[in-house]
């Protein structure tokens, strides 16, 4: 599950419209995005609408959306190690960690790097760095991992917590910052995972991105313009564009099973199936459903069509 929030650009004077930390001027909504993973997109699970000015990092927010995120998950779910929570760094406070931490949940969020990082980095030997892998689990070229838990102090943080370095040779152009060494782009997150390959770990926490693109859709969904003023019509707009990302992402699940289409996002599935002009029509006690013969992506509608009457009947 990953949690992430958004910047909302509001046009006119809205309720509660704000300026944003990116001198813009709007909404700032946090949403929980169940993470179907590589092959497929992620589905809503809960949003919260905040004024522009709501805080990157306040807990509290975090905390009533992975509540309410949870809520949808099956019971036997709501407190288990299986369920893992992901978040950038406006995530990785002592509230929200602790909080994730009381419920048993897994989680792996962005850690936020002091400035005597350099220091800490310096006494780590080189052994202790190994080749970060790409999203193909092969070794990276110019990144590498380690873990810097033995060499801090995080009594202040739950028991069991471990802070994960990476460290990259910036892209030409890229500002380097305070925290970076000798030349290296450092970045680290902080997990209660006990198992699994350093490596391993850190490509599962950089898959959080994926929450961007489940974002994105959102937008081209109805999330990139709030359109009334009142604060209360616009949660409910943000109800019902998650109601449709919902229904897209179930959509493809069911019906686009095995094809590239079950990845689309919904400009690309809007303009290549959903647009298509059908006609149901009844004969014989039977509905048929007519399409476009001539039409390059009909064949995809059919295929749709034949994997929802292949599913097993709810009754």
Request: aromatic letters at 6%; glycine letters at 8%; proline letters at 6%.
């Amino acid at each position: 599950m990953d949690v992430d929030a958004t910047l909302v650009t509001a046009h006119s004077e809205k309720e509660r419209a704000a300026p944003t930390f990116k001198r813009g001027f709007g909404f700032h909504p946090l949403w929980a995005f169940v993470d179907h993973g590589a092959e497929g997109t992620g589905e809503p699970a809960a949003v919260l609408l905040r004024r522009g000015n709501a805080g990157s990092n306040t807990a509290a927010d975090h905390i009533t959306v992975a509540r309410d995120a949870l809520a949808q998950l099956p019971r036997r779910l709501r407190r288990s190690r299986s369920v893992l929570v992901r978040a950038d760094g406006g995530g990785g406070t002592h509230e929200f960690v602790a909080w994730l931490h009381g419920r048993r949940l897994a989680y792996s969020v962005g850690f936020t790097l002091t400035d005597d990082t350099a220091e800490q980095v310096a006494k780590l030997p080189k052994t202790a760095w190994t080749p970060a892998y790409d999203p193909d689990r092969q070794p990276r070229s110019g990144a590498w991992v380690a873990e810097l838990t033995g060499l801090m102090d995080l009594t202040s943080w739950p028991a069991g917590m471990r802070v994960i370095l990476r460290k990259e040779r910036p892209h030409p152009g890229a500002q380097l910052r305070i925290t970076d060494v000798d030349g290296n782009r450092i970045t680290a997150f902080a997990t209660n995972s006990r198992r699994g390959q350093l490596a391993d770990l850190e490509l599962r926490h950089r898959h959080r991105a994926r929450c961007e693109d489940r974002i994105r859709g959102a937008k081209d969904t109805g999330l990139a313009n709030l359109p009334l003023h009142d604060f209360a019509q616009n949660q409910i707009w943000c109800a019902i564009v998650t109601l449709a990302c919902a229904l897209i992402a179930w959509a493809q699940m069911l019906a686009l099973t095995g094809l590239d289409a079950r990845r689309w996002e919904p400009k690309r599935l809007r303009h290549r199936l959903l647009r298509l002009a059908g006609r149901i029509a009844r004969h014989a006690r039977r509905v048929v459903v007519h399409l476009p013969s001539h039409h390059p992506w009909t064949p995809l509608a059919v295929e749709a069509i034949n994997q929802l009457r292949a599913l097993p009947s709810p009754g």
